[in-house]
């Protein structure tokens, strides 16, 4: 008789334990509704479900209107859950519902503990940092961050270990250019300090030529860096990486030939981001911009296809180098690792209120496509369109291309460093029942009378 053979849960203890722990939690948390509301949990559990319902359908009213029936959505966004609150406590029922939420909240946590992957699965590898540069060649934008450069004496440090600086000074220096112009003459690495679409364009030169690449964490968002484990509250923390440094391999994503350290995000903030008044008002041009592009009447309709997955007529499309983590209804959040060699793609696609109710579901929203692949195609019913690479907003022909190169960048970080958090886990409900060691329910076919 032939047996197969399954692989067990390589789990620890603690694990199994957590597991455990999050079902009795949430079984207490149903427990608790049902002792002490019986058959008004029911009710409770509707009306906490219709408040966030309604709560969602009016945040997309408000996004996609003009006038008096958007700050009606604002209102109504706002009254939600506080008309919950007061029909709880109406009828008695507030304290239950807390207490009830907090055991669903602390079962939830240790769900995700459990669930926890172990480091060498989710930290990047390093490796040493060597040789010594000889020449290394540091550019650096005086202006980013609000003049961090100059806030942190980054010039002169740098000079001190020995590299030489090219400050950006002037307008439209192309700083590609000037990196190329650098290692023509012997630089053997290359850093910025600056934004992050600075930091790309570097990054693909040093890619180019195989060698190190240094980031120096002196822009305003600094993304890349934060994904790097960096400190983005001391930039100059990052030139330790100089002399005593390890060696990341980090994956580039390239959009029609021109690479990104962290996405490229195509209509609505696209299009949004290419207004001439945003850099004036976020807000406000961000609010007047949104009701044309969600009702259609502005911007191109685009289309994508990734491993034959097509993703039609999508609002807002981000392509990342690398997955975002989960956490949110998108799944995005902060990148753990950056070498594994993927691209993370989420596209909304809300044209309803009804729709933006939906979204309730998460990863299975009708309006929302949560996909990884090595490559994507944006096609557009125009011949060009906007798109967001690494916060800048670039004008590109369609169709549009992104692919990634794995493990292209030899990133130098220091190394001591905060580091990256540990990712929180998907809920993975079979596997989290395996480890509570709950047998999994099979469905009867019959009596076996003999």
């Not at 980013?144 to 740098?158: E, N, P």
């Not at 169709?399 to 190394?415: D, E, G, I, K, M």
């Amino acid at each position: 008789m032939n047996t197969v053979q399954t692989t067990p849960d390589r789990s620890t203890a603690a694990q199994r334990w957590l597991a455990r722990l999050s079902f009795v939690l949430a079984g207490a948390a149903i427990a608790v509704l049902l002792a002490f509301a019986g058959v008004k949990s029911l009710a409770m559990l509707a009306v906490g479900v219709a408040a966030a319902v309604v709560g969602l359908a009016a945040a997309y009213v408000f996004l996609s209107r003009r006038g008096v029936l958007r700050w009606l959505a604002l209102a109504v966004f706002v009254l939600a859950p506080i008309a919950v609150i007061v029909v709880y406590a109406f009828k008695n029922l507030l304290w239950v519902a807390v207490v009830s939420a907090a055991a669903w909240l602390l079962a939830s946590v240790t769900a995700r503990r459990a669930l926890a992957e172990s480091e060498a699965n989710w930290r990047m590898p390093e490796y040493p940092a060597q040789p010594p540069p000889r020449h290394p060649y540091l550019i650096m934008n005086p202006k980013s961050g609000g003049g961090k450069v100059g806030k942190f004496g980054l010039q002169q440090k740098a000079e001190d270990l020995g590299a030489e600086v090219f400050l950006l000074e002037g307008q439209n220096v192309d700083v590609a250019k000037v990196a190329r112009a650098a290692v023509d003459a012997g630089a053997d690495l290359l850093g910025v300090a600056g934004g992050d679409g600075t930091q790309a364009l570097v990054a693909g030169v040093a890619a180019e030529h195989g060698i190190p690449f240094l980031v120096i964490s002196a822009g305003t968002r600094n993304h890349f860096a934060l994904d790097l484990g960096l400190d983005r509250e001391d930039p100059s923390t990052c030139l330790s990486a100089l002399s005593d440094g390890v060696e990341l391999r980090v994956d580039l994503g390239v959009i029609n030939g021109q690479t990104f350290v962290n996405n490229a995000s195509f209509g609505a903030y696209a299009e949004v981001v290419e207004t001439p008044a945003y850099r004036g008002d976020k807000l406000d041009t961000t609010l007047n911009t949104l009701p044309e592009l969600l009702q259609g009447h502005r911007g191109a309709r685009l289309s994508a296809r990734a491993d034959g997955t097509e993703i039609e007529a999508p609002q807002a499309l981000l392509v990342s180098n690398n997955p975002y983590g989960t956490g949110d209804i998108a799944g995005l959040g902060r990148r753990a690792r950056l070498d594994r060699g993927t691209l993370g793609v989420v596209g909304v696609t809300v044209a309803s209120a009804r729709q933006a109710a939906g979204l309730l579901r998460g990863r299975h929203a009708t309006g929302l496509s949560v996909l990884t692949t090595r490559q994507i195609e944006i096609r557009a019913d125009a011949p060009r369109i906007p798109v967001g690479v690494d916060g800048e907003s670039i004008a590109m022909p369609t169709p549009v291309t992104c692919t990634v190169s794995p493990q292209a960048l030899r990133v130098w970080v220091p190394r001591d460093r905060p580091g990256v958090p540990k990712p929180k886990p998907r809920k993975d409900w079979a596997r989290l029942r395996r480890l509570a060691g709950i047998p999994k329910t099979a469905p009867r076919h019959g009596t076996d009378r003999r």
